[in-house]
Structure formats: C-alpha cells, structure tokens
C-alpha cells in the first residue's frame, strides 16, 4: 500500500486520512461490535462491500496499526483479524456516532437498549465494551 502524503498537521485531517471514507469505520464497527474477525464475514456485512475495497481498507487499518492480523488457531490457512488498542480507543468515537446517529435518524438501525446504556452510564459502557475488546487480544 502506498503511504498517503499528510495535507496538513490538522487532528481531523490526520483522521480522516484513515477513516475519511464510506467503509473503514464500517470494518471497525463490525470488529468492534459485531465479533466479525474473518475476510468473509466482512463481505456478508449489509453494506455490500467489494472484495478490492475490502482488501484495500483491510491493509490500511493494519498499515496504521488499527488492526493485527494473524493465523485462525484453528484454521491455520485463514487469517483472523483483530483490533489493536490504537483500534480499541476508538471505542467513544464509534459510540458518539452512533448516538449522533440515533438522535438525527430516524431510520437508524440502533437498538434501543444501547441508546438506554448510554445515556445512564456511557462511561460505563464504553469500559465495559473496552474491556471486551481487550480481553480479546489477550486471548488470542
């Protein structure tokens, strides 16, 4: 993958270099809360991902250090992709978006539930979620 000229020092330009586009936050979501760790779990996400792309953001989230990737125990021959803690501490960012998105969509896919979580203990939440996450990497 070629390494991307940084526009400028700006914090929302550096991010949004990784993440300014329809899919790359759509791949830490489905790690981050959906448990989905294989290539092919990705491409049956709703959003209907192309392979090239797929493969493309896949290599620029480990290329930043956002994901790792590594040989499934138990299939040797597939490779499983995990969040690092760089890709865990966006936990508060996807959580924002997603009540963002609750509150101004009103088509929004978001449980009710969580919103309810959120807005009694988002700190909470946001540990509890982190802690999973971390759990993860440790198992592994």
Known sequence: MKKIKR?????????LEIFGDKWTFLIVRDLMFKGKHFYGEFLLSGEGIATNILSDRLSLLENNGIISKSSDPGHKQKIMYRLTQKGIDLVPVLVEMIMWSAKYDKQSAVEKQFVKAVKKDKVGLIDGITSQLVNDIDAS
Do not use: L, N
Not at 7 to 15: K, N, Q, T, V, Y
């Open 7 to 15: 526009r400028s020092d700006c914090p929302i330009s550096f991010a």
